[in-house]
């Protein structure tokens, strides 16, 4: 795998109760959320309204710190995020499936999504005692895991996955 290719989880909603609705229509979305104070600077597309990341931060009141705070997921999601970069839904200490990243878009509900195809790991790939369940269970919706690559890796081989890694 290219080293500038990065591995991401990402949450399909509280529980993974959007996955299914993921899979079925190839994207991947991080909600609007109308309540917080700076909604109308974020339920637009960002790449249209921000020049980079820091300038989106910085307009909407970042401090840094907090890696579950959503405008830096939101900061992720658009501008780190690559197209082509593999992708796995995380849902209660599993694996439900994994994909490749694709472009990042805005709807009309304010909601920020990227398109994917969505491959589904039927039984889902537990992370039971593993190190990456540690930093997943952190309320996060998408996060980089590339420092679990080797770990993933094992996992996916004892499963006979391991070409999910190796194509990518």
């Known amino acids: 795998m290219p080293k500038n290719l990065r591995l ?3 949450s399909p909603g509280r529980g993974g109760k959007y996955w299914k609705d993921w899979l079925m229509n190839g994207y991947c979305i991080l909600y609007g959320w109308p309540e917080k ?3 109308n600077e974020t339920n637009m597309n960002l790449l249209k309204k921000y020049s980079d990341p820091m ?3 910085k307009k909407t009141g970042y401090r840094g710190g907090l890696k579950n705070d959503w405008r830096y997921q939101l900061k992720n999601f658009v501008w780190d995020v690559k197209e082509g970069e593999t992708v796995f839904a995380y849902k209660r200490g599993t694996f439900v499936g994994h994909g490749k990243f694709g472009n990042y878009y805005n709807d009309d509900n304010g909601n920020h999504l990227r ?4 491959n589904e790991l039927s039984p889902p790939l537990s992370l039971k005692g593993t190190d990456v369940i540690k930093i997943l269970s952190q ?3 998408i996060k980089n895991i590339d420092d679990y690559r080797d770990e993933i890796r094992y ?3 004892k499963r006979g996955l391991d070409n999910i890694l190796n194509c990518t």
């Not at 398109?115 to 969505?118: A, F, L, N, R, S």
């Open 115 to 118: 398109k994917i195809k969505w």
């Open 139 to 141: 309320p996060c919706t």
């Open 55 to 57: 300038s989106f931060l």
């Open 37 to 39: 104070s700076y909604f």
């Open 155 to 157: 996992l996916l081989q």
């Open 8 to 10: 991401w989880k990402i």
